[in-house]
């Protein structure tokens, strides 16, 4: 049972905020704990727009507890360390992704993966590990997050375009590493190519991979192959060229949002291929045993990643100048951007530019 976050969480934040299955955006003033010992307090700078946000606004997954204000690519400055902070100084930029607690002493914990500890926390719209009190994400003016779940911007990463890797960058490139889907030379496809598609070519190119792109769009064709540097564009939808495919891939990552067949992508796969579900949509998907055992294939799922793979691939993106293809909106753009979403209507990722155009009323203000 979430705690109320008026009695519990004493500093004032401003954002926006879903307040129903409508998944309409409106301005909310709210409440964030003070900052900790272990804590790192900081000024939202540029938080993308990732489906997920999308699903939860609207309840798609039956788990939403509103108002939800959502925002899970976090780019900002830090304002306030506390006095056990170790790795933070004020000043320094910061991201945070889509976590911000877990219990630290299971075994996923000890094993770095945070994100699968039963007791996480994601970064919004979950009760607290620590506290109870319900958790509110970066399409607001600030955040505060214990120092384990911040993540050191590399120096040569730009912020806005840099942001989205929070999320889509770690949901491709932890599956990419822990399937074995990132040796050279293997071939990889790529299936939906949106916010997480269009990263997910960059880091295979980025790992040696020869990538196919499977689409709906077919007018995505050019910016996949000249724009990304995919290798091969398939329309989906096209029986015969899906069938010219038979056999031919060592992976596939699904990085759709909405219900579409998944069969078609296991018969593309080589013997003992890997279809890695990353996209999550409402509705389950069809899964026939037949192209499984006839090939021996494996289908998987990933979430996300952990701090350490988040920093390595922050990291790994930085030295391979990978980022978002983006467009950057200012806040009260959200409910156009989520309904421009919806139709896949974005290059790839929305980026808010939080910080110039969050208008934050001034007795919130002065708190932060
Ligand atoms: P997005 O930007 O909306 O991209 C999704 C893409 O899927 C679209 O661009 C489109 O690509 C394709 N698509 C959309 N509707 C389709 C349909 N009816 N049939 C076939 N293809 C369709 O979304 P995103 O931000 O990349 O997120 C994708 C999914 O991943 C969401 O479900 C999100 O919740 C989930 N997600 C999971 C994790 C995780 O840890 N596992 C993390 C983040 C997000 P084309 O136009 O190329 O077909
Ligand atoms: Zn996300
Ligand atoms: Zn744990």
Not at 76 to 87: A, D, F, I, L, W
Not at 225 to 252: E, P, W
Request: charged letters at 20%.
């Amino acid at each position: 049972m979430a705690k109320s976050p008026e009695t519990e969480h004493p500093i004032k934040a401003y954002g926006y905020a879903a307040s129903d299955t409508s998944g309409t955006f409106s301005p909310l003033t709210f409440s964030r704990r003070a900052t900790g010992d272990k804590d790192v307090r900081f000024k939202v700078l540029y938080c993308g727009i990732c489906h997920s946000d999308l699903h939860f606004a609207k309840n798609e997954w039956g788990v939403t507890t509103y108002p939800v204000v959502p925002g899970h690519e976090i780019v900002g400055v830090v304002t306030e360390v506390g006095s056990k902070v170790e790795t933070f100084k004020v000043g320094e930029t910061v991201g945070v992704g889509c976590l911000v607690g877990s219990c630290r002493s299971c075994q996923s914990c000890s094993n770095n993966l945070e994100q699968f500890c039963p007791k996480m926390t994601f970064t919004y719209a979950f009760p607290n590990y620590s506290d109870g009190t319900l958790t509110y994400g970066g399409y607001s003016d600030h955040m505060v997050a214990d120092e384990h779940f911040v993540l050191h911007w590399p120096d040569n990463l730009p912020l806005d375009s840099g942001a989205p890797l929070l999320c889509a960058g770690i949901t491709t490139y932890s599956p990419l590493r822990h399937y074995g889907l990132d040796k050279p030379g293997m071939k990889i496809g790529v299936v939906g190519l949106g916010g997480l598609g269009h990263v997910a070519v960059k880091i295979a190119k980025a790992l040696g991979a020869e990538v196919t792109v499977f689409s709906t769009t077919p007018e995505k064709k050019e910016e996949a192959l000249d724009g990304l540097k995919a290798d091969h564009f398939i329309v989906s939808k096209d029986v015969d060229q899906m069938q010219a495919a038979t056999g031919t891939l060592d992976g596939i990552l699904d990085t759709v949002s909405a219900s579409h067949p998944i069969v078609p992508f296991l018969n593309i796969l080589k013997t003992d291929g890997k279809l890695v579900l990353v996209g999550m949509p409402a509705v389950p998907h069809e899964l026939p045993a037949f192209p499984l055992v006839l090939g021996r294939k494996v289908v998987g799922g990933s979430n996300i990643g952990g701090l350490k793979e988040t920093q390595e691939m922050l990291d790994f993106c930085a030295k391979h100048g990978i980022t978002a293809d983006i467009e950057v909106i200012p806040i009260d753009y959200v409910n156009t951007a989520m309904e421009r979403l919806l139709k896949s209507d974005v290059r790839y990722r929305f980026v808010i530019d939080v910080a110039n155009s969050i208008k934050v009323p001034s007795d919130t203000r002065s708190k932060v």
